[in-house]
Nanobody, 126 residues
């Protein structure tokens, strides 16, 4: 059974950094991507970045690449999201997710993902 558990969220001041971690288990070759998403209460969930687990290719939603970096540790089954120069508008619940199956590009569209973690809260104060 696929399971994803996020950690690393917290409260930081604007300009600070955080690294989010996503611990994965039960993944197979069918779950070829892991994505990071964020959601503010009352708003839709939006993609941040994703990574192809097989070859490590990263994908970013427009505007995210400048301050966010996705990476993975295949040995530890971990996916990370390094966030730099954080802004108050980055405040959100951050989720990692994996698709039910896929063999193409790892889109950052929430609808393409099936398995979700419980989320980790990031709060950026000005």
């Amino acid at each position: 059974q696929v399971k994803l558990v996020e950690s690393g969220g917290g409260s930081v001041q604007a300009g600070g950094s955080l690294r989010l971690s996503c611990a994965t288990s039960g993944m197979t070759y069918l779950n070829n991507c892991v994505g990071w998403f964020r959601q503010v209460p009352g708003q839709q969930r939006n993609g941040v970045a994703s990574i192809d687990r097989t070859i490590g290719t990263p994908y970013y939603t427009d505007g995210m690449k400048a301050r966010f970096t996705i990476s993975q540790d295949k040995v530890r089954n971990m996916v990370y999201l390094q966030m730099e120069n954080l802004k108050p508008e980055d405040t959100a619940m951050y989720y990692c997710a994996a698709p039910l199956s896929g063999d193409g590009a790892c889109f950052t569209t929430p609808a393409a993902y099936y398995f979700w973690g419980q989320g980790t809260q990031v709060t950026v104060s000005s």
